[in-house]
């Protein structure tokens, strides 16, 4: 019994807009993958005939639920309200992707039904044709639509998404962008990408003279340094990569590769804005990742964090690197111009180094190759003249729009081409089935030709391939396959050749016919409803004068033309232009040339003639107006009134007329909409007359103007707003999809309300606040929304704290300046991208916004501090500081923690420091857990097996992000130290548990997987224990007792000659560089000591003067108490004087 498979009924493509339609399940039918749209409403009458039949036995239309989704289409059972749902029942009848329905079709007699091709097994060459049936008619366009649209975006993410990158193939490398040249071969010299550069330089250098000369005072002087030379003042560079299409005429192009321009005709090209040979701005970023795909090849800006520049392996025709600038590469791809022509235009870079753009090359040769051969693999069935189903295509196509009758006659006429057993078998078949009219026999025969056909093009070998097989086996004979393909060939262009001979000779009386009859007929969409009209004849107007009314007569939709052409079909190397009479071309006649009227052309019309006819009509009346040909007369168009206007633009057009899709192609054609139903219709001119409207006057058109530029003003101002709410939204919901992740501490209102306090403080970045009140706040929590904004107030607090740091500090280069440089370790950060938390949304998507932010960090900080450069491990501390703060914020924060609290000094290339710290968890297991110490040392566990990635990523690697916040916070106000106390406490909180397993496989087990998914609450107590602890004097003691033991292990360790020399040689380069930190530390402490006595005379110097004041004063105040003791005298004494 073969195992039942079924699907949920309910949410059916998760995270996706999907919809859904109830419909009746006709019946489906396996055809072969080169079915044509003329093909389809056969096989569409074949699967109602046969439904039909089945219905008699037994009911076979069955009610169904089709799920439309950007992710999937799917059709299931659809058992109804009243019943229970039952997965048995409910199994998913077909479930492919929106984009393998590459044909659609609706019935324009019965508009209830519609059907749609997939394309089910691509390595056999079949489809499978599902007919389905709807409840509602008016719900068709929006099904077919629905499915057109889910196809189109599903394409497109495949092909634009740079997120969606197949990490097996795609390579990355950083590149500087310099700038494109229009050229005018899609071939180049080996030395292009030289004379690029130098154009490059001669455009700047003009328009750096042109600068200095407008602006005189603007000149450097002799001591500054002159601005770089790759400069462009009018073009945008990398901010907008998406360059207007610019192309000049071919007839100003010269024969020379580049566009021949003078000095003059620069000017003038940048005047106008056609730039021919642009370089880009050196102020500006111009770093990007070039990414080569499977297919394709992006150009994503780490800046803008979006694709710069796209192109498909087929539009690039050349790449080549510098000869003399050998670290400088490009390509030439083909691009479109707005004249509906294209152009071809050179993309220059430069790399790092010779080595990286040698890697490049290697990568697009290997990558072209792969890419060939997967084309070839996956190569569309390709068809020829002589294939069985291009015949039965062209059969089909003839007698598109034929009553039964005539259909029936040029079936019969197609018969005699077969042979004699062939025809005799398609006969006792119709006849066994007895067919009722004249429409049931037709459908019978075109199933069983499609049948013949498709059993024939199984074996049929293409002309192309029949011309390499004739080439490979010259000399020897040929396959008996190959000698009957050709004989059949023979016979078969024989027979046609006699039968369109005949025809030729019925119909050549009816060429003269008038061109209103003749141009009711002419399919203007045949090239786009079929890929194989173009090998196509046109059938004779009088096949097509009836409509018959049967089920098998389709209208093809919009939706009919092949909907993987825009992922399939690509332009070819060199199109021909067509000109604007080419664009009207029949199959077989031209209608280019004027018309001439025969005798018959007086007679009226049997029918009205539809809009596109009339758009004809006018054309050609256009054309004769236009080249002023006096011996022919226009055609004249007839009179319409208003409600007949009405009608037929809004009437469902016939098989013999236009679909309304068509309509939509004249404006590609120059062609104006139609004409308005009130607007009357004369035959003075192609368009009626043009009725003389009132002239306003000036103040009117003032008003007007007045009014029109208020309105565009106001239209810029709500744009302006809505781009600045946008931007708003788009940054909450950004910092809401970073912050998504669980707190360990609650944080209560009070806390929050403290650190909004002190974050608040006016001047905070100097004041020192209370060292026990922050202490207790952290402990108490941080709220995950201020967290980044509390990490840099604590680093300030550090530095209020250290005003003269202890260790030597880096350059103090701008972040922005450092984007703008190559990084060497562009490699190894690459791959860390996609390692550094795969799970968290922000991160998750390859080169999303997450990632390129990240590698901006990481590349910038490689080039600050050369020595470390990049480590394993960094990603990580970026990442979680990136989580909670802007980009450039994240990489002071970076450097902050690597110099400030010490963590660089473990990410040396020599990794002595981590052996160290290695041994000081060592010692510190040894002292306050002894038996957990013991039971490790027993199974022979080092910590070097579990407790290095805890000191490289900060426990971010494996524990949550809200438990690797806490860590943060704790490092940001008390150090490095804390990766201990957290190390020690997690171990020793666990010790029962580790003392359990007794081999290495599962107590490693337990420490890598098991410690880190530990319970909320056991992570709270992990954190609080660590506030408490102090080891500060214990870590200070094992790093001596390190160094000490490794000097006593070199003097007894009876080791060779040669080994005591390469361990005393290791043992004084780690002396030296010990020493190299204590002159660092020793440079700090004078420089700090010099500080301090220059601050100290500053002291005296203000003390001695401060005394002098002092003794200034209270001389003063000592004269003033006397002087106020005299003037206290006389009054006293005057008092005497009297009373004597």
């Known amino acids: ?400 729009g034929m009553n039964s009758s005539k259909t029936k006659l040029e079936l019969q006429k197609h018969l005699t081409t077969l042979t004699n057993q062939e025809q005799a078998t398609i006969f006792e078949e119709v006849q066994k089935l007895r067919p009722r009219n004249e429409q049931r026999e037709n459908e019978l025969i075109i199933s069983f030709l499609r049948c013949l056909y498709e059993e024939k093009q199984k074996e049929h ?270 940054d909450l919901q950004n910092k809401r999809l970073k912050l998504d992740y669980e707190e360990i501490t609650p944080c209560l209102k009070e806390v929050t309300t403290i650190w909004e306090k002190m974050l608040s403080t006016p001047g905070r970045s100097k004041i020192k606040f209370d060292m026990e009140k922050m202490h207790s706040a952290v402990g108490q929590g941080v709220p995950r929304h201020h967290r980044g904004e509390i990490w840099k107030f604590l680093a300030e607090q550090f530095h209020l704290k250290h005003p003269f740091p202890s260790k030597q500090q880096p350059k103090d280069v701008p972040y922005k300046e450092l984007l703008k440089q190559l990084t060497s370790q562009q490699h190894a950060i690459l791959i860390d991208l996609g390692r550094t938390f795969p799970t968290h949304p922000y991160f998750s998507a390859q080169l999303g916004a997450g990632q390129l932010s990240l590698y901006n960090i990481l590349k910038a900080y490689s080039l600050l501090d050369q020595e470390v450069g990049y480590c394993q491990g960094l990603s990580f501390v970026a990442g979680i500081l990136l989580l909670h703060m802007s980009e450039e914020e994240a990489f002071k924060m970076l450097k902050f923690l690597m110099f400030d609290m010490g963590l660089r000094k473990q990410y040396r290339p020599d990794m002595i420091i981590l052996q160290i710290q290695m041994y000081q968890l060592s010692r510190l297991l040894h002292d306050y857990h002894r038996d957990l110490y013991n039971h490790l040392e027993e199974h022979e566990i080092g910590p070097s097996l579990y407790a290095a990635p805890w000191f490289l990523t900060v426990f971010a690697s494996q524990f949550p992000l809200g438990f690797v916040a806490r860590v943060f916070d704790m490092i940001f106000l008390q150090g490095s130290e804390v990766i201990f106390k957290v190390a020690l406490s997690l171990l020793g909180s666990h010790k029962p548990l580790i003392l359990q397993h007794e081999n290495l496989e599962t107590i490693v087990d337990f420490i890598k997987n098991t410690l880190p998914n530990l319970g909320l609450v056991q992570m709270e107590k992990t954190i609080n224990q660590v506030f408490e602890m102090d080891i500060a004097k214990q870590l200070q003691a094992y790093e001596v007792e390190y160094h000490v033991l490794q000097e006593e292990l070199i003097d007894s360790s009876p080791l060779s000659d040669n080994q005591r020399m390469d361990k005393l040689e290791k043992t004084n380069s780690s002396l030296r560089k010990q020493n190299l930190d204590l002159l660092e530390q020793l440079q700090v402490a004078n420089s700090r000591i010099q500080s301090l006595e220059a601050t100290i005379e500053k002291l005296l110097s203000n003390e001695s003067k401060l005394k002098q004041a002092t003794l200034a004063l209270e001389l003063e105040r000592s004269a003033l108490l006397q002087m106020v003791e005299e003037l206290r005298r006389p009054p006293a004494q005057a008092s005497e004087g009297p009373g004597a």
Not at 45 to 66: D, F, I, M, N, Y
Request: aromatic share 6%.
């Open 461 to 730: 070998i293409h002309i192309g391939e029949m011309k390499q097989i004739a080439a490979e086996n010259i000399g020897s004979e040929l396959p008996p396959s190959a000698t009957r393909f050709r004989l059949d060939m023979l016979k078969n262009k024989a027979k046609r050749s006699l039968t369109e001979s005949l025809e030729s000779i019925l119909s050549r009386g009816n060429k003269a016919r008038g061109l209103q009859e003749h141009s009711s007929s002419v399919d203007l969409d045949s090239s786009m409803s079929s890929t194989l009209s173009n090998t196509s004849k046109e059938p004779s107007m009088g096949d097509r004068d009836a409509m018959p009314n049967s089920e098998s007569s389709f209208k093809l939709l919009s939706s009919s033309d092949d909907l993987s052409s825009d992922s399939e079909s690509h332009l070819p190397e060199e199109p021909a232009l067509l000109s604007p009479q080419q664009a009207f071309r029949r199959r077989a006649n031209t209608l280019s040339h004027f018309p001439v009227e025969g005798p018959e052309s007086s007679e009226p019309v049997q029918r009205s003639p539809g809009v596109a006819q009339r758009k004809l009509l006018r054309d050609y009346e256009s054309k004769a107006n236009h080249f002023g040909d006096s011996d022919t007369t226009p055609v004249k168009t007839r009179r319409h009134s208003w409600r007949q206007q009405i009608f037929l633009r809004v009437a469902t057009p016939q098989k013999a007329c236009d679909s309304p899709s068509r309509y939509d192609d004249y404006s590609e054609l120059g062609e104006l909409p139609p004409r308005s139903p009130l607007e009357p219709v004369c035959e003075d001119g192609p368009f009626g007359p043009v009725p003389e409207g009132k002239k306003r006057t000036s103040r009117e058109l003032r008003e007007l103007w007045k009014k029109a530029i208020l309105q565009q003003i106001l239209l810029l101002r709500m744009e302006k707003e809505n781009q600045k709410l946008q931007a708003s939204e788009n």
């Open 1 to 400: 019994m073969e195992p039942i498979t079924f699907t949920a009924r309910k949410h059916t493509f998760p995270n996706e807009v999907s919809v859904d339609f109830g419909l009746q399940l006709v019946g489906s039918l396996p055809v072969h993958s080169l079915t044509t749209m003329p093909m389809l409403p056969w096989v569409v009458a074949e699967v109602r005939r046969l439904s039909g039949q089945a219905s008699k036995k037994e009911p076979v239309t069955k009610q169904v639920r089709l799920w439309v989704s950007p992710s999937g289409l799917k059709c299931e059972p659809d058992p109804g309200r009243s019943q229970q749902w039952d997965p048995l029942i409910c199994s998913s009848i077909f479930e492919c992707k929106p984009q393998r329905v590459h044909k659609l079709i609706h019935n324009s007699h019965d508009p209830s039904y519609f059907a749609c091709l997939i394309k089910e097994d691509a390595a056999h060459r079949q489809s499978i044709c599902y007919v389905f049936k709807a409840d509602d008619q008016t719900k068709v366009p929006e099904i077919i639509s629905s499915i057109r649209q889910a196809g189109k975006i599903a394409r497109q993410e495949e092909l634009r998404c740079p997120s969606e990158f197949d990490d097996t193939f795609a390579k990355k490398f950083e590149v500087l962008f310099c700038g494109r040249v229009t050229v005018a071969h899609k071939k180049a010299p080996p030395a292009l990408i030289d004379e690029c550069i130098e154009k490059f330089n001669h455009v700047s250098c003009s328009r750096r003279a042109d600068w200095d000369a407008a602006a005189p005072s603007g000149e450097p002087g002799p001591g500054e340094p002159r601005r770089p030379m790759r400069k462009s003042f009018s073009q945008p560079g990398l901010r907008s990569l998406a360059f207007r299409k610019e192309f000049q005429d071919a007839s100003r192009r010269s024969s020379s590769f580049f566009s021949s321009f003078e000095e003059c005709d620069i000017e003038n090209h940048l005047i106008s804005g056609h730039n021919i040979v642009q370089p880009t701005d050196i102020e500006e970023n111009r770093t990007m990742l070039f990414t080569i795909g499977q297919s394709e090849v992006y150009l994503i800006s780490p800046d803008t964090k979006k694709i710069a520049l796209e192109k498909n392996f087929k539009e690039i025709s050349f790449c080549s690197q510098g000869i003399r600038h050998v670290d400088h590469f490009g390509f030439i791809c083909r691009e479109s111009s707005g004249g509906g022509g294209f152009h071809f235009v050179c993309y220059v870079f430069q790399c790092a180094n010779e080595a990286l753009v040698d890697e490049i090359m290697m990568t697009l040769k290997q990558a072209f190759t792969v890419a060939a051969v997967q084309q070839t693999a996956k190569a569309p069935a390709q068809l020829c003249e002589g294939c069985p189903l291009q015949g039965l295509h062209k059969l089909c196509e003839r007698i598109e």
